[in-house]
């Protein structure tokens, strides 16, 4: 199956439940939030502006990566793209590799004709700088789209899985630390849902990433869209119930980098977890597989999820007497 093929498949597997994690949860549910029955504010004061990766917010929300390549991917793209104008937020595309190997897919990731505004984070994987690429292939992916920074995915699980997948994974913090200093933008790095560790975190203590994006388990498992992909059912599913729950991934890179802003992502779908996630430290949150169907629909149904979600945040903050998404950050850290 050529890249392109594979894309699709995703996408396809992706509207199904069987891509979650069936018996690992991203850990959130276990937190329990402050409960203020004097709050002393006034819910449309309550603040969700903030900042992240120099550029402005009107709240802590990121559309996570998804897709790009096929004109379906263009389509989903462009729908997130225009509801992250609207509202505000910030937006990271899909995988770029396939845009780099066949150049016609780029016109699938270009979407700032209807976002010029928002914070864009283009995305490569981190396997292929191991497979002869490096700062040229990184800023070529991130000024043919517009973009103003990258995430750099980190993926072993999801490769093993993969027919054909990376593999080859031996010298890549060498290789992380040689490449990404020459590249004039932020990077950041990423898991694709399997969760990143805090010994992972400390392994890239020299590397100047701008952000990490922890990517917790407990939403969708990429071995499982793999799986689904490949045979047409899960055939593997003990090996895609492994990783890091989110809550877990957040806590541990938190403490060993307390230094980086933090991107939690991995089965984040109410603005209740998006709260706990900041409780945790996190800058920001990504939210993704939620958006999916709504992105094939229209900008509308998009905006519409979206706006649940930043008003169930808003009210978190509100119910807890935090008057702004700064009060917030780090305040579960010890729970």
Known sequence: MDILGRKLKHIDACLSDEVRYQTVTTGLEALKWPYRALPEQNL?????????????????????????????????????????????????LGSQRVMLERPEAAASFRVREVAPDILLIGNLGAAQLLRGYGEREIVRAIETVGADALAIHTNPLQEALQPGGD??????????????????????????????????????????????????????SWARVEDLVAHGRVTRPDLAEIGIPT?????????????LPLVASGGITSGLEAAKCLGLGAQVV??????????????????????????????????????????????????
């Open 44 to 92: 449309e004061e309550v603040s969700l502006r903030t900042e992240f990766l120099g550029r402005p917010l009107a709240a802590p929300v990121v559309i996570g990566a998804m897709t790009g390549g096929a004109e379906r991917a263009a389509r989903i793209n462009r729908n997130l793209a225009e509801a992250a104008q609207r509202l505000g937020l910030g937006m990271m």
């Open 167 to 220: 593999t080859r994974f031996r010298g890549i913090v060498a290789r992380l630390e040689a490449v990404v200093p020459r590249v004039p933008y932020p990077l950041l790095l990423k898991e694709v849902g399997h969760g990143l560790s805090g010994a992972v975190a400390r392994a890239v203590e020299r590397v100047p990433f701008a952000a990490l994006d922890v990517a917790g388990a407990g939403g969708t």
């Open 286 to 335: 990504a939210v993704a597989r939620p958006l999916l169907k709504p992105a094939l629909e229209s900008a509308d149904a998009v905006v519409a999820v979206l706006e649940r979600l930043i008003h169930e945040l808003r009210v978190a903050l509100f119910v807890a007497g935090l008057p702004d998404v700064d009060a917030a950050r780090g305040m579960l850290e010890e729970a």
């Open 247 to 259: 809550a877990q991934a957040l806590r541990e890179v938190r403490a060993a980098r307390p230094d």
